[in-house]
């Protein structure tokens, strides 16, 4: 059974794609993570669930 990748909905974001699927810079997006927006590490890696993306825009 093959798997078609791009219809698996997206759940965790890495660092540059939640850059992109804001629309903000490397040094926004650390400002708005000490500003409050929710990330996750794992190991060394920031990451960031879209639910919580998608939030935070509503909100601000």
């Known amino acids: 059974m ?17 850059q992109e699927f804001l629309g903000v810079s490397h040094q926004t997006l650390y400002n708005l993570i000490k500003q409050g927006l929710p990330s996750h590490k794992i190991g060394k890696k920031r990451v960031f669930l879209k639910e919580d993306l998608v939030k935070w825009i509503k909100e601000h």
């Open 2 to 18: 093959s798997k078609d990748k791009s219809n698996i909905e997206r759940i965790f974001y890495d660092f540059q794609e939640a």
